[in-house]
């Protein structure tokens, strides 16, 4: 399943390979696992804290201002409503019960 950091994730790689970092020295400079980073870089995370992406950037020298379109985007994935088992949201109902 794809994280909704994914798109960070793909930023963060393009920044380590254009540097010429390894994964096991951006994990180690950034302290986590290299596995963790692994699944970071491939759009594959799940519970990657706050902290932990604000040492990636740190490690790039990348301002906090460059989450900006990420977060734009999970904000309209919030609005779209809550996802179904098939990954599709659902539309929004009033208190009536009716769909918006």
Known sequence: ?????????TAIRARREGSGM??????????MGTSSLRKFEAGRASGVS???????????????TS?????????????AGPP??????RPRTSPTGTAS
Do not use: K
Not at 67 to 79: M, V
């Open 50 to 64: 706050v902290i932990t992406v604000l040492r990636l950037l740190n490690v790039f020298d990348m301002p906090i």
């Open 67 to 79: 989450l900006e379109p990420l977060a734009r985007q999970l904000a309209s994935d919030d609005d």
């Open 84 to 89: 179904t088992p098939h990954g599709r949201a």
């Open 22 to 31: 390894t994964q096991e020295q951006l994990a180690a400079r950034a302290g």
């Open 1 to 9: 399943m794809t994280s909704p950091l994914a798109p960070l994730g």
